[in-house]
């Protein structure tokens, strides 16, 4: 008997929260009529109290960090400190224009500068540059770097960028943003690229790979030395994607295993949260070779005085990303946090993670279940296969997924990696408890049983929250994504 | 340990059934030769307390008492009712909403963002964000040249935000899109040029309103799409893009900030796209739909994901995955509390403000209009015949030399009255 | 399958949130052995994260204003702005100290004299002090001045307080506090005080009344100025109990009806929130008879300089009633509401709350509801009685309450006034719609039909929520009140 | 209309439904001759960018940098998780949980409040909250008279905060109980007098620790109960009041601001009061208590409601109705995190900065201590032999004329050594 209505269900004419808008319309005396609006758009039409308590009751609805145990392979879902969050919305801080003189910037500026500096200590490269928006942003600069210094040297044959299978869509996706023919290079049965096909594709087309490392398989890759070398001596460059540095934080840098440019995920690795799809944020860190194509802006330092570096400073940056300076908020938070870890708490950071999905994958193994990559360690995150359940039982790993969330339990990643079958990417991250994974092993166990007895339950998964499962390909279908008819909708004034 | 739950016996134990002897050796496949040692010149951790200490310090630094400066972000009143439900742990803590049955908060938010988003600009159809106005664009101009399969050309009003020129610049150069840029004088000269799209922004970078209808019909008749980058609270009064000229405009970007989002040193922001409801498969960006569970109730779910980089890879719409989630939040709490009224409201004041300021500025005798007798919206452009020390505005002389000792100032709802008349007094005293 | 554990049942050895303190335990040397602790007592060890995802995930338990209509009767359950709440905590003011000297006290103290000013002329008062921390204290200040105004004329022999059987409990309990002996006046059947009653115990022995108008009954006491007429002559003094101040604001005035001593509940009339139970504040109003007795502190403004007012300023006060100030922040919540809205939106204030609840009232009876009151004017509040379907059907109010609760609506107020049986008290404030209204007279009209026709489904409800109906005698036999035995939970360390 | 949410149309239908004209019918009830006309002298209302305009001009003049005062507010750092989760929608504007079905996450949370309270006391029962420390202690007076049943008098040591003095005296002399201050030279005097309870607070308002085992047995001897007022946040490194002596204190109370509430100018703030099971049926306040329902799962209730105004009216034990719920919300987040390892640290810390402090501070040749070679917690009292400007601390000559130029000086975990280094200098240089 829940309300279920959408906020313009609710409207009633003319209706707004009176208390948030000037007290009256003010004529428009100056602009011409031709240039102004005369219809009346479809907007929420409801009292304070009405949005507050409809967008409260929305949020009741989602799983959380904050509210559930969630797993996300790929996407470290660690706690996000409240600590943070109240540092970066200070008002100084929120109260700030991007294009404030820079008499009053010095603040927000040292800020970023001792980020920059710390990742690069992190990451073992030589310069950092804040401003991609998320980590497909960082791959973006990254890639678009290494065009630009192909054509600094007049390589303009290296027109192929090799990806691995197992890579992220991102990946290709941003490759071909900067003009590449993306080129798939295949994975052994061990989770390690497949050397032999790595060599065939290499050559003077090769303008760089992009690698994950720990793979989005949960492994890490052996072979990244010999892999660089390979790659380098083809004239190649290396892109790190950083999505899972989480997994290595002061074990193994990026640019100690060879890589020239990569981007971090803020918002994974250094516990920004997600906000339900983002903001993100993915800075780039680069060694030598790299450094100067830079997106900017970049935070300078002289005598205790941060300024901004542009395009006098970077005269061969490949540019802008933003209108101003990227995701700068989720900036300030992972400073913050860095600064609450320090340097003992980020070590912990990967052993922790990697404990955690260790264990978690020894006992779904005693549990009955599937990995996919048996004879390795799993990184900070793993993978179980659903293949042999699906045969016998008919149960595949969306049953399994959804099932979990009866348990107030959010599902794993299903279906990422594209290449293993049936496959869900178990991530618990370094801030969840014994217990917690020791409860998410109970209800892994319950579901064994349940799809070898009861394959109904896990068929028609989840029962116990506000809605069954969901019809996607109606959705796709028959598509609705804007509400009413939009021809009525709008009304003349 | 900060953050790490474990105490000492659940490691021991934990290890005994992984089977190892500590946890460095988890890390032994890793080879020797690549380890890192321990950091060196990070600083050591600080607790929460030495933490908020700091960084009051930092952002105490930073405290500007008057800012006249908009040029692309904007001062405005945000109703404490935003933030307080934004940062509830159920919507900021959550991911992307992949799994539809967990997440259906925030993917109902979406469908009635998209709802809005959409009747506000009179288009079809709404994304549910982009990274921000400058990189949105970009994306627009990708999915303007996809549409049109034969021009790689764009042209481009050069009364366009200059960041944005930029930011443009960088996104589409390396797939060989070609910018032009043109003036209301000049564009003539680009007749039959077979330009993919032309990009119109309202008002645009000086405050001033374009006549969109003759320029949107220009484009069509030229078979150019017409991207229409708008400042979306300027729609509460400006005619929106959808109406624009005989058949409106083909993709609707730009900046959410204005919709409750703190100016935050230019982010987190969030782009808006919307389009044409015959172009959404080539539109980059997530998109909810409605749809029913099993019992037929109505639920909301990602759709048409086969646009994208984790369906589609190298093929997708655009690389975008993590997107400014939560500033869509806030927008839609924002657009909600407000409705068209109290928007209509805050841009009528905002205008009204900017064209007080403007008038009693222009009484000042050594204050000139860099563009005479141009409607804006809440954003003007004056000369200075004189030096004056820290004047507050957006200099215009270092992205345009041209104009020598100009300014843009912009003038919102938060000023008062009294606020507009101190600061022109201040600056007849010359203070 | 919700996780339903104890903060403590998650308690691992030592753990806690290890950003929250200082980074070593400092060795105590300067302290005598025999006053240290030598014992461990049992309080919650687990992490950060464990402790926000526990009380996140407690507080989604809770029905509230912000998620649920709450028709609370005599609670004002109205939306309390966000705005008001996010003034109040502007750091300046969270981090005043209580005994920051004047010159780092304006801005607060500038807070409190204006809305001692705005409540005198609310009230029709002369004179006001702010510093009750609930109504009930209010209660006992209003009732102590009525004591020391009988002692400074040394008129000892008035030991008796005279109370309406409607009253609320707090008002002969505070009674009780300041020395009184109660005596209850009846009341009539439509809900107006029998005044022979009250004649006959009026007398020299007579303190004063205290009523509260309108009544807890939910009509306006119409013969108000014949009670204060009596009272008066009979050297007694009327105290108002002002938690139904909503009902009147800018319609008529204690003051003008003739009362000489009141409170406020400003964490109803003036929305700030109840928070589970408290903070409120019970600012408290006087005529000139009785204002020198007002508890100290008192806030006084000479030349734009706000200063306290204290025992030097008010010898004859009957004291102080805390530490500081009450609950300051409460004052400064309502101070902000009360700007927010102005004098235009105060007025507005008790014709919509009235117009609500008279709306419900009519639309209950047509659903088939007694009304308790049938040939009165509902006030902002109003009553109806279950009587009849117990009688044919066994369903009492209770069960009416638990049931609206599946509809996801919050109960009226259950069983009070005690002499109203079987009496829901219904309020549903002015801040809610029409719309929420109507929603809440179908769930009530539905319930009318399974009071007919499922009486099991109304003896067992709530059905949907976490938990079933609870054992409430249970608790009260077995008194379970604090968790783990007492004597092994504390150990040695 | 702010708040209100009725379009023109709603009211119509509703008072077409209601069978009036106008909603001023709906007050015909009210004699005309007792109507109010117009506020008058009330501002016209402001909207909340105004009103956030106004508040913050006002807060900004109340910032003080630099503070000693404790006097019964502490200054502590409060973790930023602990109001971000008291001020969620579902705890702030929930009421009194007697819906215990639609309130177990306030019940819960109490239940797991009362258990930390009694066994960081060393008690056995704690209620659910009262008003204030001060407040606090009157009702324990209060309930320790109806306890001994034949006394009416309360011993009570004048160590005890002025403010509390006054307050109890505000609230219990109307029941004709009488309160002697005593001292602890004079205390014997006192004996066989039957007082009904003798008050301790430990540490008292100088700071100083009481030899509370003495104290308390003497008390039990002679037929007295015992009071304990303490700072519970020093009990994380002092005794608790459950043993103090050979049987421990009977009834224990005070101020609970050190745990996660904010200075805020003395409140909102919370008392606490705990006490032996036998006599729970004499303690104020509300109670929670754990229980099942109809499917045996465990669930919480208030319970021994019998002892409060709503039931037992005038023989209530306390008229105390609506409490400090959201303040013991605080609390409880706050002791969750901290744990007694944290808050050791906590009370560790505060106790060796106030030594450090101190030891400093006496160093300088015109300072003298006001109560040599007493152990305190973290607050200390001086006395200055020349008249120093503002000085930082709570003059106590205002309450003890006897203590000339004397001030109580408190140091807590939120000042770095740094910051009593240079408090110290700028006294040596007279700054
Ligand atoms: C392995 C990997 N690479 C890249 C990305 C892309 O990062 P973002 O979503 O921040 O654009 C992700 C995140 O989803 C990822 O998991
Ligand atoms: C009619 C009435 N009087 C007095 C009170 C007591 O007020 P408080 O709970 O603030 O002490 C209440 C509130 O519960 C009430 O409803």
Known sequence: ?493 | MPFIPHTKSDIQTMLNTIGVSSIENLFDEIPQNIRTGKFKTIPDGLNEMELMRLMQTRADQDKLDFNFIGAGAYEHHIPAAVWDIVTRGEFMTAYTPYQAEASQGTLQLLYEYQTMMANLTGMEVSNASLYDGASGLAEAILMAVRLHKSSHKILILNSLNPNYKKTVKTLVSPQNIECIECTLENIKEHKNKDFAAIVISQPNFFGLLEDVDKLTDWAHENNSLVIAVVNPLSLAILKEPGKWGKTGADIVCGELQPFGIPLASGGPYAGFMCTKKEFIRQMPGRIVGATVDKENKRGFTLTLQAREQHIRRAKATSNICTNQGLLVTAVTVYLSLLGFEGLRRVATQCHSNAEYLYKKLLELNFIKPLFPDKPFFHEFAITLNKPIKNMAGYNLEKDFPEYKNSFLLCVTETKTKEDLDLFVENLAHGK
Chains 1, 3 share one sequence.
């Open chain 1, 1 to 493: 008997m829940e309300n279920n209505l959408l906020i313009f269900e609710q409207n009633s004419s003319g209706r707004y929260a009176t208390s948030q808008a000037p007290n009256k319309i003010m004529e428009i005396k100056d602009i011409p009529k031709n240039y102004l609006r005369t219809t009346t758009p479809l907007l929420p039409e409801a009292s304070e109290l009405q949005v507050v308590r409809h967008y409260t009751n929305l949020s009741r609805k989602n799983f959380s960090i904050d509210t559930h145990f969630y797993p996300l392979g790929s996407c470290t879902m660690k706690y996000n400190p409240r600590g943070v969050k109240t540092a970066a919305m200070l008002s100084g801080f929120l109260n700030r224009h991007p294009l404030a003189p820079e008499s009053h910037s010095q603040g927000f500026l040292s800020c970023l500068y001792e980020l920059q500096e710390m990742l690069k200590e992190i990451t073992g490269m030589t310069a950092v540059s804040l401003t991609p928006m998320a980590g497909a942003q960082g791959e973006f600069a990254g890639v678009a770097m290494i065009r630009a210094y192909h054509q600094s040297r007049k390589d303009y044959a290296r027109t192929e960028m090799l990806v691995p299978d197992a890579a992220h869509g991102t990946n290709p996706a941003s490759a071909v943003m900067c003009g590449y023919t993306v080129k798939e290079i295949p994975t052994l049965s061990n989770g390690d690229v497949d050397l032999n096909a790595l060599k065939a594709a290499l050559g003077p087309h090769t303008a760089g790979i992009m690698l994950t490392n720990p793979s989005t398989l949960g492994v890490f890759e052996t072979q990244i030395a010999e892999i660089a070398k390979m790659v380098h001596d083809a004239g190649g460059l290396l892109y790190y994607d950083g999505a899972n540095l989480n997994a290595i934080l002061g074990k193994v840098r990026p640019g100690d295993m060879g890589f020239d440019v990569m981007h971090m995920n803020l918002h994974k690795t250094f516990a920004t949260p997600h906000g339900g799809g983002g903001p993100g944020s993915g800075p780039i860190a680069a060694n030598d070779k790299l450094k100067n194509f830079l997106p900017i802006p970049i935070v300078g330092c002289k005598e205790n005085k941060y300024y901004w570096l542009d395009e006098q400073a970077y005269p061969n940056s490949i540019g802008r990303l933003s209108a101003f300076m990227g995701n700068a908020g989720i900036l300030i938070r992972a400073y913050a946090y860095i600064r609450l870890l320090g340097k003992e708490g980020l070590h912990r950071v990967a052993e922790f993670a990697t404990l955690n999905a260790n264990y978690l994958m020894v006992q779904l193994k005693k549990a009955g279940y599937t990995l996919a990559f048996p004879t390795r360690r799993a990184s900070h995150e793993f993978i179980i296969t659903l293949t042999p359940e699906l045969k016998a039982y008919g149960v595949n790993a969306m049953d399994v997924a959804k099932r979990l969330l009866d348990f107030g339990i959010h599902a794993p990643t299903a279906y990422f990696p594209l290449l293993i079958p049936e496959c869900l990417l178990i991530e618990p991250t370094e801030t969840e408890s014994k217990e917690t994974l020791d409860n998410f092993i109970e209800a892994m166990t319950k579901i064994m049983v349940e799809i070898k007895t009861d394959q109904r339950i896990m068929k028609t998964a989840p029962q116990t929250l506000p809605l069954k499962r969901l019809d996607e390909v109606k959705a796709a279908r028959e598509l609705d994504i804007t509400w009413g008819h939009h021809d009525d909708a709008t009304r003349e004034h």
